[in-house]
Structure formats: C-alpha cells, structure tokens
C-alpha cells in the first residue's frame, strides 16, 4: 500500500499541496484528476523522492519514501513521463532495456536487447522499431516506448503522468486500454495522473481528486459520477460555472 | 541615496557573487567525491572522450596555427627594435606552451563544449530525462556529470599539447616562408630553448581549464530554467562562466608557477 499522511510541499509563497493525505491499495489503479497546476505532478514526485514534501509522510509498502535506500526503493518503481522522457541520444531498445543494462539488474546485451524487443512487441511495436531513434517515432510511438521502459524491470507499482496528454483520441484509446491491460496482467500497483476523463474510466479502479491541494474526494470510479461531491461534478462534467475557479 | 543605501546595493552582487561561487564550490566537491566511487559509466566517459577531445581538434588545431604565425610576426617586429630578432623561435615557443596554448585552447573548447554541455543537460532537464535517469536507479551526478568532468581534465591537457605543437609549427612556417629564418636552427633555437616545465605548466592549466569547462557546462545545464529561453540562458551562462573562471585561474595557475620558480 502506498500511503500519504499529511503531505505539503510549496515553492515560495505558492503552496502546492497543503495536507495530502491518500491511501492506494496494493493492487489497485488510482487515477489522481485535478486541474492544471494543481499539483498532482508534484504529487507523484514526492513519493518518488523527486521532489522533497516540506512536511508528512509517505510510506510504502510500511517503507518511509524519504528514508529508504534510494536504488532499492526506485527498482520497486516504473514511471511513464508526460513527454515519453526517452533518452535522445540512445535507440529505442537501449530505452526500453535501460535498467538491464546497467546497476543491479544488468543482463548481458543481447539477452536486454531481446526483453526491450519483447516489450516493445507487448505495447503494439514492430521488433523494427528497436533500432531507431526517439526522434524518428511519432508521438504515439514515443509513449508507447516510455510505457515498454516502464515495464521492462517488472516493477511492483507503475506511475503514469498524463498518459495521453497531445495524442489524437483514438491513439488515446490504445494507450488507455494497454495500460489497463498491463496493470491487470502485471498485477502491479498504479497511479495515474491524468484531466482526460476517457483515460480515468479506462483505466481506474478508484479515483481521487485533488483541489487547491488537498484531496477533496475519493472513491471508487463505479461511484464517481453518482457523487454529489460538486467540485467532482463540475470537473467530470468539464462545466465553467462551479466552486472550482474557471481562471486560476 | 544614503550611504547605508548605496553600500546596500554594493554589496547584493557580491553577496550574490559569492552565493553562487558557494554553490559551485559545493557541486565541484560532489563531482569530485563521485569519480571515487563506483558505479563507472565506461560507455559515457569514451563517448565524452570523443565529444570533447576528438570533436575539438579542428577548432584548437587552427585556433593555435593562426596564432604562432601571428606570434612569429609580432615578436620578429618587436625583437627589430633591439636588433633581436633572433628570439623569435624560443619566445614563441615559450609563449605557446606557457599561455597561449592552454588559454586560447581552453576557451576555444569552453565555447564549443560548455554551450553543448549546458544545452544538451539542460534540454535533458527540461523534458523531464533527468528526473527519468533517477527514477531508473542511476545518479545523474555519475551518470552525466562524472564522465564528462573526467573526460574534459583528461583531454583538454592533450588537446593543449597537439595546440602548442601546431602553434610552434605555425610560427616556424611563418619565419621559415616569410621572414627568411632558416628551417634547421630555428627547430634548434626552439627545442634547445624549451624547457620541461614551459610544457608541463601548459599542461596541467589544460587539465584545470578543462576541468572548470565541463564543471559549468554540467552546472549549468542541471540548474536551467524552463523552456527553450531558460536553456538558451543556461548555455549562455555556462559560457561565458567558463571562459571567466579560465582566465581567473590562469592568472592565479601563473602567480603560483612564478611563484615556485
């Protein structure tokens, strides 16, 4: 279980998360919603130590985040970026297999090259792929690559930071349904941050909604739209007028 | 303005200066206490090797020919003054090996490697593959830093060294063509003239000046500030930081060198 007790962080006078507190079940998908700027980037980056909370605590799996061994506890990790976050200046097999080829977890190249092959094919991509460059493959094909490097390692828990953020909707969809896939299979405990409501049907098996940083509800997505919860309704519902502030 | 107002805005740029000179000092000391420990990245530090050293021999190489012809042209109209013209051959070797051939090469890699560094560093930070790196259990410090710290010290002084030749060589082509010296004792003049430590000096202010080129290259590019304007700032930042640095720590390299003897 991955657990926030009381979570702040600013950055100066702009205080970003003022008292999150969020409990995530082994084994389940969370899909974290909010406004732009809210925070939930912020969010995700404290529990991976990439961001230091200024106070709380975060714990998992009963491990303090903050005090944990740093490799150990990153292994447990796989994160897919907003912009995919490939490294430029290595092919796409080399992405995929980064873990395997270095650190704790490194395995002979070709034996690497052929995991990175296995998990571009389980994302959708041609074995083809494997030998080019992140700036020869399409957007969808850079998230795509980002989702295969984030299960390449078998991670426990898996986060997603705006999964189909300036993809087309049907790309969208293919993204949605592999992670749901992925998650299901795998088995792994994921977070997701995410303001597309197509991909928190898809993917979530509960949801929580940050605001002015706190959470201001959470529950199971099968009870989202029934939630008299009016900053829920207004944000699923994509309505100007509401308690949440068109202009911020 | 009072004069408690006017030492006020006196000393916020310094007190700034020495800020920033602190947190350098501070990233200097965590890049040196990471090239002792394990993990290496082999495969970065050869490709660093090969950005910084290899890529930038052009540059150098005519950087430091251009400049010996136009020592040997320059010294031979001092040295007509006083009728020695003679020195020609040790002044520019001298002149090549002690100061211009680490200075010049120094910054001429500090223009072609500090902006790339910073720009390459910086565009990582931006799109998020520096908070990638972590999250995939590898220290940006090692992995990007390290590398190119160790491969700059390393190559900057050998760079240094192919430029002091070219440079002699520069020179001796322009007396030899234009200034009626004779080929074999002007080679004489120069080797019997040079001692070790005109060399060794050059060589070791290389390995500093290499060292400060790739340190605000990588400084630079991991405190960019956002966007395509803040990398921009942070390659222009590490430039010019660099090519300030190198000429301060020339100055205090040859006060030491005096110093000695």
């Known amino acids: ?248 | 303005m009072s004069v408690a107002g006017a030492l006020a805005a006196l000393g916020r740029p310094v007190l700034a200066a020495l800020a920033a000179l602190g947190r350098v000092s501070l990233y200097a000391g965590q890049a040196l206490a990471h090239l002792l420990r394990p993990p290496f990245y082999g495969r970065e530090f050869l490709h660093a090797l090969v950005q910084i050293g290899w890529l930038s021999l052009p540059v150098v190489g005519l950087t430091a020919i251009f400049t010996g012809g136009a020592l040997a042209l320059q010294i031979y109209a001092g040295g007509a003054r006083f009728n020695a013209e003679a020195v020609v051959p040790s002044i520019v070797a001298i002149g090549m090996t002690r100061e211009l051939g680490p200075v010049l090469g120094g910054l001429m890699v500090a223009a072609r490697v500090a902006s790339s560094i910073a720009a390459e560093i910086g565009t990582m930070k931006v799109t998020e593959q520096i908070d990638a790196l972590t999250t995939l259990s590898t220290n940006p410090m090692k992995y990007l830093v390290v590398p190119r710290v160790l491969a700059a010290t390393l190559a900057v002084p050998v760079l240094v060294a192919v430029g002091d030749s070219i440079g002699i060589a520069g020179g001796w082509l322009v007396a030899v063509s234009r200034l009626d010296f004779n080929s074999a004792t002007y080679l004489k003049n120069t080797l019997d003239f040079l001692e070790f430590w005109d060399v060794g000096s050059g060589l070791v202010k290389g390995a500093v000046f290499g060292f400060i080129v790739a340190l605000m290259g990588c400084y630079m590019g991991m405190t960019s500030g956002r966007g395509a304007q803040g990398v921009g700032a942070a390659t222009k930042a590490a430039v010019v930081a660099a090519s300030v640095m190198i000429l301060a720590a020339n100055y205090v390299l040859t006060e030491v060198f005096f110093s000695a003897g």
């Not at chain 1, 809210?38 to 961001?51: E, H, Y």
């Not at chain 1, 041609?126 to 030998?131: G, I, Q, R, V, Y």
């Not at chain 1, 529950?219 to 009016?230: I, K, L, R, S």
Request: hydrophobic share 45%.
């Open chain 1, 1 to 248: 279980m991955i657990k926030l007790l009381g979570v702040h962080k600013s950055f100066g006078p702009n205080r970003v998360l003022r008292g999150v507190d969020l409990a995530l079940p082994k084994g389940q998908s969370m899909v974290v919603i909010g406004g732009s700027g809210t925070g939930k980037s912020v969010l995700l980056k404290c529990i991976l130590g990439l961001v230091r909370p200024d106070a709380g605590s975060i714990t998992v799996e009963g491990e303090d985040a903050l005090r944990a061994e740093r490799d150990a506890f990153l292994a447990r990790f796989g994160m897919l970026f907003q912009g995919g976050a490939l490294f430029d200046s290595l092919k796409v097999w080399e992405n995929v297999a980064f873990r395997l080829l270095r650190g704790p977890l490194k395995r002979p190249k070709a034996e690497a090259r052929e995991i990175a092959i296995e998990k571009l094919r389980r994302v959708g991509l041609k074995p083809e792929t494997a030998d080019l460059f992140p700036a020869e493959l399409s957007g969808g094909m850079q998230k795509r690559v980002g989702l295969a490097r984030a299960i390449a390692a078998a991670p426990e828990i898996i986060f997603f930071d705006e999964p189909t953020t300036g993809l087309d909707p049907i790309m969208a969809g293919v993204i949605n349904d592999l992670i749901r896939e992925i998650v299901v299979e795998m088995g792994v405990t994921a977070m997701t941050i995410t303001h597309d409501m197509s991909s928190v049907r898809a993917i979530a098996d509960r949801v929580a909604m940050l605001h002015e940083g706190v959470i201001q509800w959470t529950g199971p997505v099968a009870e989202m739209d029934a939630t008299p919860d009016p900053y829920v309704q207004q944000f699923i519902h994509g309505r100007a007028e509401g308690p949440i502030a068109a202009v911020r």
